[in-house]
């Protein structure tokens, strides 16, 4: 089992920053990583970001390439994801996840946060 809580929303001025957090614990599955996933009402949700669970091999899609940055510290059990130069098209609810990284790319989310609000204003 794998437990999940995500925080660090906000609402930010485009060209701003905020950095969101995913406090991970619990006892991961083989080739586990955590990602982070956004969605807005009506849409899928959106694949980011991922990272190793001990860290490492870090995945951004082309949308985030650049400006968002994720790392792990393993002395906290936390994942962070620094988002810098936000666009209002950003805004959206963002939920970390974990699950098995079936490439670096690609994962299976099988464990979910509760999501947190992030909202950047024009």
């Known amino acids: 089992q794998v437990q999940l809580v995500d925080s660090g929303g906000g609402l930010v001025m485009a060209g701003g920053s905020l950095r969101l957090s995913c406090a991970a614990s619990g006892r991961p599955g083989p080739n586990y990583g955590v990602g982070w996933y956004r969605q807005v009402p009506g849409k899928e949700r959106q694949f980011l970001s991922a990272i190793n669970w001990t860290g490492g091999s870090a995945y951004y899609a082309d949308s985030v390439k650049g400006r968002f940055t994720i790392t792990r510290d393993n002395a906290k059990n936390t994942v962070y994801l620094q988002m810098d130069s936000l666009k209002p098209e950003d805004t959206a609810v963002y939920y970390c996840?974990?699950?098995?990284?079936?490439?670096?790319?690609?994962?299976?989310?099988?464990?979910w946060g509760q999501g947190t609000q992030v909202t950047v204003s024009s």
């Open positions: 996840a974990a699950g098995q990284r079936l490439t670096t790319a690609t994962m299976l989310p099988a464990y």
